[in-house]
């Protein structure tokens, strides 16, 4: 696996990005089938938590990464609200 530095927002660009779902139960026709999603935030929230996925399958097996993810600790701005930022 490589390890290599990534940005917030990448990561945030990443979160955004249709992805497709196999076996997707549909309500409506009662059957499993393929549906793509897509999420998006439209009004920032006061409290923002993100959890970052750490791990990538390599191998047909998952994996945990190394990857540094490059955020600034304070006055993160997005849309109209100011984020102090922690990591754990």
Same mark, same amino acid.
């Given at each position: !696996?490589?390890?290599?530095?990534?940005?917030?927002?990448?990561?945030?660009?990443? =979160?955004?990005?249709?992805?497709?779902?196999?076996?997707?139960?549909?309500?409506?026709?009662?059957?499993?089938?393929?549906?793509?999603?897509?999420?998006?935030? =439209?009004?920032?929230?006061? !409290?923002?938590?993100?959890?970052?996925?750490?791990?990538?399958?390599?191998?047909?097996?998952?994996?945990?990464?190394?990857?540094?993810?490059? =955020?600034?600790?304070?006055?993160?701005?997005?849309?109209?609200?100011?984020?102090?930022?922690?990591?754990?």
């Amino acid at each position: !696996l490589q390890d290599y530095p990534v940005a917030l927002e990448e990561c945030l660009d990443l =979160f955004g990005q249709e992805e497709q779902v196999e076996e997707w139960y549909c309500s409506k026709c009662k059957t499993h089938r393929i549906a793509n999603k897509k999420l998006s935030l =439209f009004k920032m929230p006061p !409290l923002l938590c993100i959890h970052l996925k750490r791990f990538q399958e390599h191998r047909g097996r998952w994996e945990k990464t190394n990857k540094l993810v490059n =955020f600034p600790i304070h006055d993160l701005q997005m849309q109209d609200v100011k984020y102090g930022l922690y990591g754990i």
